[in-house]
């Protein structure tokens, strides 16, 4: 990341804060450099890491389990039009419902412990990740049906060769989408029955009236996001290298 | 090799062609010109099995499906594979692709992205992709239609170049006369009569050349097919 942008963000981002935490003068509203001394004072109790860990190994399983299930099923919605036909009305139902209101139905079907999380925050991903993959796979271009029948691919290589590649910017580009939301879910959802997670971690010190602890933990679950984000950015790189190379001018 | 008997082909209610009969020996080069919407690339597509005649029969003698190679003409070549990945597309990844690669004048070019080649380079991959299979028959559909005029007469060279060193018989559909006159042993004219003109031994430069190119054009002008 270049310095100078990075500088510039910080200033944009430090400059109200410290007009705010001024002009309130409340704790609820701390200064930046104390939120600061904060996090690293918690960073080095080591205490914060593990909820950081918690919410991040349900997280990953969130996005993993969506995105096992939602590939699989959106190639053969995009492949077989009576499969898209039956599962379409099913997810266009399911999609606009707030996850989150599903929360106490999966407390009580799947249990208080991580599992009942980890549904949540893959439904997020799930059904916009289907409805891109869907699109996707019904976008490819005929001509590569005609090559893969014209060079008798096999029915594997069809799936390797054309339809996973096709697919890979979709996948990418819901992730990137639904990241921020499945991090709110999260949050919302390690409020209940759990004494781990950075959810918890920053409701438990705002009830503690612990004021710069709950900034620490906001802090987290943002440096979280971003460690999200940039993961994604990066495997997609690995996972795209055509997308990078400087296309040819000549005709 | 390939014989098309009483062949018809309707495009929904629309018929494109009727009653056509060809016959393809093995190493004959034949070209097909006809206006468009004639229906020739209906026919390289019928004669790959990519389609199906609506009336007669495609009779392959001492080959198969799997002998007859088509290049496309858009170079249809897969923008996330590199060039030698694209050319070995559901074959053995140990089959000589440097060979190929060589062949059409394209080494060096071995690791790039088709986003990083011309197109007459891109249209080079296409060819190596169907030479690597060696194909008995190579069906070409128009493909130079989208390159400059330079690119398209080496293109062309390549393609008869490799095709004599392989022993491969062509059947090439255009709307150039030039290029049908050049690439084929025999033109056929498309359209409501079919018509064969022996155009073998052609240069670019050779007097019969200019004399073919004006049979074929008059033929088709006087058909008002041009």
């Not at chain 1, 989150?100 to 980890?118: E, N, R, T, Y």
Request: hydrophobic share 45%; with cysteine; proline share 4%.
């Amino acid at each position: 990341m270049n310095k100078g942008y990075f500088l510039k963000g910080a200033l944009i981002l430090l400059i109200p804060w410290y007009i705010i935490a001024f002009s309130f003068s409340m704790p609820i509203v701390p200064y930046p450099h104390l939120v600061l001394k904060e996090v690293f004072v918690e960073l080095m109790r080591g205490e914060v890491l593990i909820h950081v860990f918690y919410s991040l190994y349900r997280v990953l399983s969130g996005i993993l389990l969506a995105l096992l299930l939602a590939i699989p099923l959106g190639i053969v919605m995009g492949l077989k039009d009576s499969t898209n036909k039956l599962f379409t009305p099913i997810i266009y139902l399911f999609q606009p419902v707030p996850k989150i209101a599903l929360l106490p139905i999966f407390l009580v079907l799947f249990g208080i412990g991580d599992l009942s999380k980890i549904l949540i925050v893959s439904m997020v991903i799930f059904f916009p990740a289907v409805l891109m993959i869907k699109d996707s796979v019904a976008e490819i271009n005929y001509h590569y049906v005609e090559l893969s029948k014209a060079y008798n691919l096999t029915k594997r290589e069809v799936l390797v060769d054309i339809i996973f590649p096709s697919i890979l910017p979709s996948i990418f580009s819901t992730l990137r989408i639904s990241v921020g939301i499945s991090l709110s879910v999260l949050f919302f959802s390690e409020n209940f029955a759990t004494e781990y997670g950075i959810g918890y971690y920053i409701m438990n010190s705002w009830i503690m009236v612990n004021y710069l602890q709950m900034y620490t933990g906001i802090v987290f679950i943002s440096l979280l996001g971003i460690f999200l984000y940039r993961s994604i950015e990066i495997i997609e790189r690995k996972m795209m290298p055509w997308k990078l190379v400087e296309p040819s001018n000549r005709s | 090799m390939i014989k098309i008997e009483r062949a018809s082909f309707d495009y929904g209610p629309t018929n494109v062609f009727k009653d056509l009969n060809i016959k393809i020996e093995q190493t004959d080069n034949i070209s097909i010109v006809g206006h468009s919407g004639c229906g020739k690339t209906s026919l390289l597509y019928c004669i790959k099995g990519l389609k199906e005649l609506s009336e007669g029969s495609i009779i392959l003698e001492g080959i198969t499906q799997k002998d007859i190679g088509i290049l496309f003409q858009e170079d249809r070549l897969l923008p996330w594979k590199t060039v030698k990945k694209n050319i070995l597309l559901g074959l053995d990844k140990d089959l000589p692709v440097q060979k190929y690669i060589d062949m059409v004048g394209l080494k060096g070019h071995e690791d790039k992205y088709p986003s990083q080649l011309s197109g007459g380079e891109r249209q080079r991959v296409a060819l190596a992709r169907v030479l690597i299979r060696q194909p008995k028959v190579l069906l070409l559909d128009e493909p130079t239609a989208n390159l400059d005029e330079l690119t398209k007469e080496s293109l062309q060279d390549s393609i008869l170049e490799v095709s004599n060193e392989l022993g491969m018989s062509l059947i090439l559909v255009t709307h150039h006369i030039e290029e049908a006159v050049y690439m084929g042993d025999r033109v056929f004219m498309f359209g409501d009569e079919f018509k064969e003109i022996d155009t073998k031994g052609n240069d670019r430069l050779s007097e019969k050349y200019f004399n073919s190119v004006r049979e074929v054009r008059l033929e088709l002008k006087g058909r008002g097919d041009e």
